[in-house]
Structures are given as structure tokens and as C-alpha cells.
């Protein structure tokens, strides 16, 4: 066995939870290793989640635009879809971010370990690279950040071709003209959005009551609205009992709530019904590292039950999301290197989906907000009333504020409509400074832009709505 390698903190898995708390570690003068099996840093958020997604949703906004150019006084030629063009322009963000990602683990002198790495005994990871070669890495704390993968229904197996995951569906070669998708959250809904604009016909199944699940249900029946006009078809409160692969691609039973029954047919099953933290191959087994369902369970400064063990982003049970990922590994980082950090509020972590349209949420729905005995007050406001969004020909949807009556406290934001996800910015920071409703409409928002509908949306929770 070779001599083995000290450092500081050795980080198992190189994705946004993982790499960002190298480059914390270093700032923090930790020694840090970096271990990733893959030949590219940068997880699954990077290669197969929130970046090639976002690239081909511009691609598909790019071609929603080009083809309804002539509204803005615009001629083009004919407006055709080049999926090799459409994965090319995705390939290339990819490559370059990847290789900003190497350049920051240079630039803070952060070990990069290229293998599978897998705790052995207290102190010592051992990495397993291609060709079964293997080394131990001696570390006084160790940060699991090795994340999930795709989830798949009992019996289900990928083709890559009929059968796919999100994995898959990044890069078909060819656009289905029928199109499935079992799973209505973020995910899903993008792809919906995206082939859908690309040609496909799109039907959504999922098996709760609505839409985008984890949203407040006034956005959900907004987003089923949207896409029901889109001519997206969705079904809710509908379950998979049956998938047969056919010939011209596949047959799904399905039954609804109700009891009703049918068979879809379609070239192309999308799954995507959530994730599965990796964590089985991880070395666990024998520590006190515990599991609940797969997931590894952590405190508030994300500590496993092995002292010097921490777990971050899609391996705990905490929402799957790449912003959080980055934010507890700065948590565990910090607490790592004896720091006090705050324990991250995640009542105040943005939810994002980029579909068409878009819609982002932070702090509480209204039906939480009840739950938990708040007195609640309700303000919206319609982007068809702001004249930005006239300008740019989206005038759908709204921003919703939900606020307590007894302090004026802001509870939470939810917006679908243009430039959601970009929006939520403010909602966050008002949630993070503790702001009351009325500090929202008291800030000026320019004119005209988009984010007024933040304003007047707290003005209509006091009934003082000047625009509507
Ligand atoms: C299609 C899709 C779209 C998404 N879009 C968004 C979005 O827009 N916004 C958002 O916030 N989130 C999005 N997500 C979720 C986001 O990608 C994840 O929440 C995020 O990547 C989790 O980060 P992580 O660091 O925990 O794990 P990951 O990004 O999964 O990284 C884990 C890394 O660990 C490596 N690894 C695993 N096991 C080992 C091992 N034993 N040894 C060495 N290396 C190992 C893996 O190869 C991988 O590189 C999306 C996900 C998908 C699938």
C-alpha cells in the first residue's frame, strides 16, 4: 500500500456541495483532498442536472422567441429546431464551466484524488481508481458529499432510447412525438417545457393532486393552467400500475385516484419521479455514520454520528437542491475548522423551476403558513398588469405574498410567471433581514421592470394596490 497522504479534510465526491467546501476548506487554511470517480469535476448539477437543463430550456425559449418574432415587428426565415447545434451549445457551457471548476481547485491548492472513495476505519479514506489501483488518504475529518442518481420505479430498466431518465433526456438525438414524463416536480416539468417546445406531444403524470408539489397550490393550479395552454396535457391524482416496452416504444397502465383506469402509449418514458442518495457504496457500513431510508442522517452542522464525519446536499435528507448543497458544505466546513456557523433556516432556501413558464418560491405557502398558527394575509399581483411584461409578451402569472397579520411579517414569496427564478432574489433577501410586507413596497423598484410586481403585491396584502 502506498505511504499514506495526510490532510486536513478529504471531501468525497467533487459536485456543488462538494467542491465549493474545498475552496472554503482552503480559504480556512484546511489541507484538503478532493475525491471524485469521475474524469470531470462538478457533480451532477454540472453534467446532467442544472446546467445542461438551463441550457436547453434558452435553447427552447431561444426557439419559442424566433418563432413568435413576428409580433415584435421582426422577419426571420424559417424557424427550425438543430438538436446536434442545440447539444453543442449545451456541451460547451458544460466543458467551460467544468474546467473553471479544476481551475479554482488549482488556484487554492486543493488535492484533486481522481477514484471511488469509500471510508475505511477512523481517519482514512481509501480511493479506488481506474484499474482497481488503490490508495488511503489519512484525513482528521472526512465530508461525504457524494449525492444521487436517477430513481426508478419498481421492475423499470433505462434503454436510453424508450425507456430514459433525466440522464438521457439531456442528450436523445432525435425528438419523440410522444413523450410521457411520470413525475410532475422540477425535473419533470422542465422537460415538459422543453420538448414540448422542441415538437414533442407531452403528457405529464403524477401521482399527487397537483403539479410542482412542494409549491403553494394557488402556483400549482397556475402551472396547470399555463400548460394546459401550452397544450401540455397533465394528469394528477394519477398513479403507474403497469409499463410494457412495444415495438414503437411503450404502453403505461395507469389509474387514477378515482378509480379509473387507461393505457398510455408513447414513444418515450421519461422518469422522473426523484432521487436516490448514493450512499451505498460509501463505506458506512460498521460506523456510526446512520442511514434513514438511504439518506444520511446529520445536525444542524452537519455532523454524522462518526465524530470528524460530516454529509452534505443530495445524500441528506434535506431538499435536493445545488444552492443548498454549496451552503451546508460551508456549514460543515466552517464548523470543521471551528468556526460558529449558523445552522442553515431551510424555511429560507429557494425553490427554482425553469420550465415555460417559470416559478420560484422561498419561505412558507399559505397552507403551511396556517398549519403553523400563523395569522395569515394574502397579497398578488398579476404580471398582466406590469408593463414590462406587456413590453416582452409575457403577461402570465403573478406574484403571491404571504405575510402574518399580527406583525406584518413576511412569511413567503411564490411568483410564476417571466423572470421568476431570477425575481426570487428579493424574496430571499427580504426573508433573510427578517422584512415586514410593508418594507417591500416602502423599497422602490424601478419602472419599468418585472420586480414591481413585488411591490404591488405587498401593497395589495395592506388593500392599498395602486396598479390593480
Ligand atoms: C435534471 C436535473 C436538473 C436539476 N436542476 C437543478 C437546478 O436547476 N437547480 C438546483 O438547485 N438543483 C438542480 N438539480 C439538483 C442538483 O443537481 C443537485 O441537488 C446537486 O447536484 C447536489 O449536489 P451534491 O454536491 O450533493 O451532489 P452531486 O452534484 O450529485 O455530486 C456528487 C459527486 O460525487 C461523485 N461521487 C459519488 N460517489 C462517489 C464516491 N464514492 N467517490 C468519489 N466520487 C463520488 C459523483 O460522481 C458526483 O460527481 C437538478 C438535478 C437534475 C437531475
Not at 442522517?297 to 460530516?310: A, F, L, Q, S
Not at 452534505?312 to 466546513?333: M, N, R, Y
Not at 470543521?336 to 442553515?344: D, K, M, S, T, V
Given at each position: 500500500m502506498a505511504d499514506p497522504k495526510a490532510f486536513d479534510l478529504t471531501i468525497i465526491g467533487s459536485g456543488p456541495g462538494g467542491y465549493v467546501a474545498a475552496i472554503r476548506a482552503a480559504q480556512l487554511g484546511l489541507k484538503t483532498a478532493l475525491v471524485e470517480k469521475l474524469s470531470a469535476l462538478g457533480g451532477t448539477c454540472l453534467h446532467v442536472g442544472c446546467i445542461p437543463t438551463k441550457a436547453l430550456l434558452h435553447s427552447a425559449e431561444v426557439l419559442d422567441t424566433a418563432r413568435g418574432a413576428a409580433r415584435y415587428g421582426i422577419t426571420t426565415g424559417e424557424v427550425k429546431l438543430d438538436l446536434a447545434g442545440v447539444h453543442k451549445h449545451k456541451t460547451s457551457v458544460v466543458r467551460r464551466l467544468a474546467k473553471g471548476v479544476e481551475f479554482l481547485m488549482k488556484k487554492n491548492a486543493i488535492t484533486v484524488v481522481n477514484g471511488h472513495g469509500r471510508l475505511q476505519g477512523p481517519g482514512r479514506v481509501e480511493v479506488t481508481a481506474a484499474g482497481e489501483k488503490k490508495e488511503t488518504l489519512a484525513s482528521r475529518n472526512v465530508l461525504l458529499a457524494a449525492g444521487s442518481v436517477a430513481k426508478l420505479l419498481p421492475g423499470m430498466k433505462v434503454d436510453g432510447a424508450r425507456l430514459i431518465t433525466s440522464t438521457e433526456a439531456l442528450s436523445l438525438e432525435f425528438v419523440p412525438q410522444t413523450m410521457l414524463i411520470l413525475g410532475a416536480g422540477a425535473v419533470g416539468m422542465e422537460f415538459a417545457s422543453i420538448y414540448s417546445s422542441f415538437g414533442s406531444k407531452v403528457t405529464v403524470v403524477e401521482m399527487l393532486p397537483r403539479v410542482l408539489p412542494v409549491e403553494d397550490d394557488d402556483i400549482s393550479a397556475e402551472m396547470r393552467k399555463a400548460f394546459r395552454k401550452r397544450g401540455i396535457a397533465v394528469k394528477v391524482d394519477t398513479r403507474v400500475t403497469d409499463v410494457k416496452m412495444v415495438d414503437k416504444g411503450v404502453e403505461v397502465a395507469v389509474e387514477e385516484a378515482g378509480g379509473g383506469r387507461e393505457t398510455l402509449q408513447a414513444d418515450v418514458l421519461l422518469v422522473a419521479v426523484g432521487r436516490r442518495p448514493l450512499s451505498d457504496d460509501l463505506g458506512l457500513k460498521g460506523t456510526k455514520v446512520e442511514?434513514?431510508?438511504?439518506?444520511?442522517?446529520?445536525?444542524?452542522?452537519?455532523?454524522?454520528?462518526?465524530?470528524?464525519?460530516?454529509?452534505?446536499?443530495?445524500?441528506?435528507?434535506?431538499?435536493?437542491?445545488?444552492?443548498?448543497?454549496?451552503?451546508?458544505?460551508?456549514?460543515?466546513?466552517?464548523?470543521?475548522?471551528?468556526?460558529?456557523?449558523?445552522?442553515?433556516?431551510?424555511?429560507?432556501?429557494p425553490n427554482a423551476t425553469y420550465s415555460e413558464p417559470e416559478v420560484a418560491s422561498i419561505g412558507l405557502s399559505e397552507r403551511v403558513a396556517k398549519e403553523r398558527g400563523h395569522k395569515v394575509k394574502v397579497g398578488r399581483f398579476p404580471f398582466a398588469a406590469i408593463s414590462k411584461a406587456g413590453i416582452s409578451g409575457a403577461q402570465e402569472g403573478f406574484v403571491k405574498l404571504v405575510g402574518d397579520e399580527r406583525y406584518d411579517e413576511l412569511l413567503g414569496v411564490h411568483i410564476i410567471g417571466p423572470k421568476a427564478t431570477e425575481l426570487i432574489a428579493e424574496g430571499a433577501l427580504a426573508l433573510r433581514l427578517e422584512s415586514t410586507v410593508e418594507e417591500l413596497f416602502h423599497a422602490v423598484h424601478a419602472h419599468p421592470t418585472l420586480s414591481e410586481a413585488m411591490g404591488e403585491a405587498a401593497l395589495n396584502l395592506h388593500a392599498r394596490g395602486i396598479h390593480f
Open positions: 442511514l434513514d431510508r438511504g439518506y444520511v442522517k446529520v445536525d444542524g452542522m452537519m455532523r454524522t454520528g462518526e465524530p470528524t464525519v460530516y454529509a452534505i446536499g443530495d445524500l441528506v435528507p434535506t431538499p435536493a437542491l445545488a444552492h443548498l448543497a454549496s451552503h451546508e458544505g460551508i456549514v460543515a466546513v466552517e464548523a470543521i475548522a471551528g468556526l460558529n456557523p449558523h445552522p442553515i433556516n431551510y424555511d429560507q432556501v
